[in-house]
């Protein structure tokens, strides 16, 4: 019996010596940092700097307990929110924070964890937010001064973020725009702008046409009063020449040139299978078909004179 009693209060004594040791032992990991509270009372911080080492610590079980951080970036997302720029401008500003905890003491002492934490920091960024873009313009913000306004929005929340044991190591603003029904009001008023711009220049171009036109026009007529001129010109001096040659002719032979001007004389007067000719046969007209050698007929012209002149005088056609 005494054997038994024996065993059993050793089992009982190795047990509860176990979950001592289980109880006053912890870890501390490369990427965390941790606080030793006695009663509430901070005892110790671990693994905050380079002085204390992760790996395995020891505290009083049942006396001490140990809080964790995280010692890595933490995120920070923040709601969509509209802001009324100095130039009276509504934007819809979404932003994103990452934080570290550099104070995990009073880090515990004023927020506790992480949410908490996180609501405060958001409250923060948001005023700052706020209070900058409103004294910038929009061109500003989201061109010309974006990554000054970003470092000084940070600078603003740091100076807050210090009384909760944090710093902010990263502040941007992923997306800056109108809010939708001034989207729309902005894309009406550009195409309104473009469809002017489209009329100013059809008018340009049919003012350019009209004159290219007109231009055109203008040389066409200037050509065609040269080329008329030019060719009634030619067409004088053709004719001149013409009688010129005539007249050489004629002096040179007047025979044969008489003999030539009956002939034209014939075949015009004489044209067409309807030709009427009412004159007398003794018509100085028709002297080489009573006579080859043409001699003049009894009270006809006398010989060497043009047939042709004669022809309006002595024939009537019908």
Do not use: C, H, W
């Amino acid at each position: 019996m005494n054997a038994q009693a024996i065993r059993t209060g050793s089992a009982v004594i190795a047990a509860a010596l176990a979950l001592a040791f289980y109880a006053s032992v912890f870890t501390v990991g490369q990427m965390q940092q941790a606080l030793v509270l006695q009663f509430g009372r901070v005892r110790a911080v671990l693994n905050q700097t380079g002085e204390d080492k992760p790996g395995l610590y020891f505290k009083l079980p049942f006396v001490e307990n140990v809080v964790l951080f995280d010692k890595r970036v933490l995120d920070l997302d923040l709601p969509v929110q509209t802001l009324l720029t100095a130039d009276r401008q509504n934007l819809e500003v979404d932003a994103f924070a990452r934080y570290r905890i550099i104070d995990p003491l009073r880090f515990y002492q004023s927020v506790n964890n992480v949410a908490l934490a996180n609501q405060r920091l958001a409250s923060f960024t948001n005023s700052s937010l706020r209070n900058v873009l409103a004294r910038s313009t929009r061109d500003a913000i989201v061109k010309t001064e974006r990554t000054r306004l970003m470092n000084q929005i940070q600078e603003d929340v740091n100076r807050e973020a210090k009384a909760l044991g944090v710093q902010i190591v990263d502040l941007r603003m992923t997306r800056v725009d109108l809010p939708a029904q001034n989207s729309v009001a902005v894309y009406r008023r550009m195409k309104t702008e473009r469809e002017r711009e489209a009329a100013d220049i059809r008018a340009n171009g049919d003012q350019i046409a009209a004159t290219i036109k007109a231009k055109a026009d203008r040389d066409v007529t200037v050509i065609l009063a040269d080329a008329t001129q030019t060719a009634e010109k030619l067409r004088g001096q053709g004719d001149a020449d013409k009688n010129r040659i005539l007249a050489e002719a004629f002096g040179k032979d007047p025979s044969f040139f008489s003999f030539y001007r009956s002939m034209q004389a014939y075949e015009t007067g004489l044209k067409g299978s309807e030709t009427r000719l009412v004159m007398s046969p003794n018509s100085d007209f028709f002297r080489y078909f009573s006579d080859p050698q043409g001699k003049a007929a009894q009270g006809g012209a006398p010989r060497g004179a043009d047939p042709s002149a004669t022809t309006g005088s002595t024939g009537t056609a019908r």
